[in-house]
């Protein structure tokens, strides 16, 4: 519990950043909805029928002009983007920071087990993101009232459900890494959560790229997918989450082995 | 029971030499020093024994404990001050001693108020703005503050000031007294021959004397320093010689009948010949 308390104190300020800033673009783009509503249904058309540009963003598939459209794509983008960026930075960075600031030797010769110290590091990556995810749902459910919409109640569940597990397993992958870098582990995190997302773009661009859909989580938050079938992929959840629960694995496997430089 | 037992322990990082079948024992309750220049292992044997890197072959243990696999017993024994003591920036001294007591599960408020008083540390700075000194002190709250059995420090002294260094050596000697068992790396000589009882040299990954500190400064080797005019050309056994007009100075370990009779042999006005210190010792081991 110690390392836990002290991992949480450590990373709050980078948290309340991070949480307040994808809270406050999710609330300011609920509040622009009433605004672009009348206006939407004119372009509304235009917007779905941007060729490619629309299919990247599902918007061939959404009615920019409701609440549920236009929350899945905007909010989508800020929340799916943000929260990958959130998590992949809070993964990566958790061990290997140890290293970078030269801690590790202080952390190391307390007599706490290595596998001990993985697992509260662990913990600490998935609270931060649990209650990232919280606050955020509140935001979004409290700004939706404020602008006088009902709750699409299951849509909107399916839609934070699908961007908890995605920043989950970009977390669980970016774990596995930090136990095997030194240094670069920032750039190395926000570029696979940036590279996840571009080919999720691809996959909706190119037929022959849809494979693609099987490698990133952008595939099974894609928030077009989710409402037009009204559930989430498993197969492309269960998929993901073995990545990640893999990249964990790896964590274990190589951090309780590790020379500490 | 051997506070430490090493035994043909090595380490290789890549192919790069760590250190090479080191043989070592420490008895409970001895001051040991260990020295050596940099590079020469010191922290590389340090580091292996606490488990922050693994061993390439052989084995080492820590009261009977096995340094792999007990590696978590082992730290509940051991203080360790590292060379270079490194600290989450952001925290105040006071948090980083409490977080190094919570994760030993101990409550050290008392021994920790008591240390930072003797060493004047301000518990209220935040690490980030402690000069190399000040941090050191921290590190040595730290490896003291639980009163562990063994006492494990790398290069202590370096950053302190000669004040400090004094009242740092009074608690060693302190807890030593009290039954603690320290293991003192350093490459200044006389930080070992003042305190410690026995000690190793280490050199180029090897351990290559290892007896009591009085045994070790034992040796044949003489300092001469000769005023007059003596021909010493040819003679076998000199080494660190220094001339200066109308005076030779060096450290002779050749046969004494042979010197004397080149001395003889010349005008000689003083003739000085003394015990060389553990400094030059140190240099006759590292020379040969």
Not at chain 1, 126 to 131: E, G, M, P, S
Not at chain 2, 12 to 37: H, M, N, S
Not at chain 2, 196 to 208: F, H, L, S
Not at chain 2, 249 to 277: C, H, I, K, T, W
């Amino acid at each position: 519990m110690t390392l836990i308390k002290h991992e949480l104190r450590q990373g709050r300020i980078s948290f309340l950043i991070w949480t307040a800033s994808v809270g406050f673009l999710l609330a300011v783009c609920v509040f622009l909805y009433p605004e672009m509503k009348g206006q939407m249904e004119d372009v509304g058309d235009v917007f779905s029928s941007m060729g490619s540009f629309s299919d990247a963003f599902g918007m061939d598939r959404l009615n920019f002009g409701t609440l549920l459209g236009f929350y899945t794509i905007e909010c989508g983008n800020v929340l799916g983007l943000g929260g990958a960026f959130f998590a992949a930075l809070c993964g990566a960075g958790i061990l290997s920071k140890e290293e970078k600031d030269r801690t590790a030797e202080f952390l190391l010769t307390h007599p706490v087990s290595r596998a001990r110290i993985v697992t509260e590091k662990l913990v600490s990556v998935y609270a931060q993101i649990i209650a990232m995810n919280l606050v955020i749902y509140g935001i979004s459910l409290g700004s939706i009232a404020a602008i006088g919409e009902s709750v699409p109640w299951k849509e909107l569940n399916l839609l934070h459900l699908a961007y908890f597990l995605l920043q989950a397993e970009l977390a669980g992958i970016c774990f596995g890494i930090s136990a095997f870098v030194r240094r670069g582990s920032a750039g190395i995190g926000l570029g696979i959560a940036a590279g996840m997302y571009f080919l999720n773009l691809v996959a909706n661009i190119a037929q022959a790229a849809e494979f693609l859909k099987y490698v990133t989580p952008f595939g099974y938050a894609e928030g077009a997918d989710i409402i037009e079938k009204g559930c989430l992929d498993e197969t492309l959840v269960a998929i993901g989450l073995a990545l990640g629960a893999i990249g964990i694995g790896a964590a274990y496997g190589k951090y309780c082995r590790k020379d500490i430089r | 029971m051997d506070a430490i037992k090493i035994e043909n322990l090595t380490k290789y990082y890549g192919k790069a030499r760590g250190i090479r079948e080191i043989d070592l024992t420490v008895a409970e309750g001895e001051f040991f020093g260990f020295i050596g220049p940099n590079g020469a292992g010191k922290s590389t044997t340090i580091r292996t024994l606490l488990g922050l890197i693994g061993p390439t072959s052989g084995r080492a243990y820590i009261y009977g404990l096995d340094i792999v696999k007990q590696n978590k017993e082992i730290l509940a024994r051991v203080g360790y001050l590292p060379s270079e003591a490194v600290f989450y920036s952001g925290m105040r001294v006071r948090e980083v001693l409490k977080l190094s007591a919570d994760l030993r599960r101990k409550d050290c408020g008392e021994e920790a108020a008591r240390l930072c008083e003797r060493l004047q540390l301000d518990t209220s700075r935040k690490v980030e703005e402690l000069s190399f000194g000040n941090r050191k002190k921290v590190g040595i709250v730290c490896a003291l503050q639980h009163e562990p059995a063994l006492l494990i420090l790398d290069e202590p002294t370096s950053g302190l000031d000669p004040l400090m260094q004094r009242e740092f050596f009074d608690i060693l000697r302190e807890r030593n007294r009290a039954g603690a068992t320290v293991f003192l790396s350093s490459h200044i000589l006389s930080e070992i021959q003042h305190n410690c009882t026995r000690a190793a040299i280490i050199r180029e990954g090897r351990v290559i004397a290892c007896d009591s500190v009085e045994a070790l400064s034992r040796t044949t080797a003489r300092r001469v320093s000769v005023r007059g005019e003596v021909s010493l050309e040819g003679l076998e056994g000199i080494r660190d010689r220094e001339d200066s007009p109308g005076a030779v100075n060096f450290l002779y370990s050749g046969d004494m009948n042979l010197l004397l009779q080149r001395l003889a042999a010349g005008r000689v006005s003083d003739l000085s010949v003394s015990e060389p210190d553990l400094e030059e010792i140190f240099m006759h081991y590292y020379e040969s």
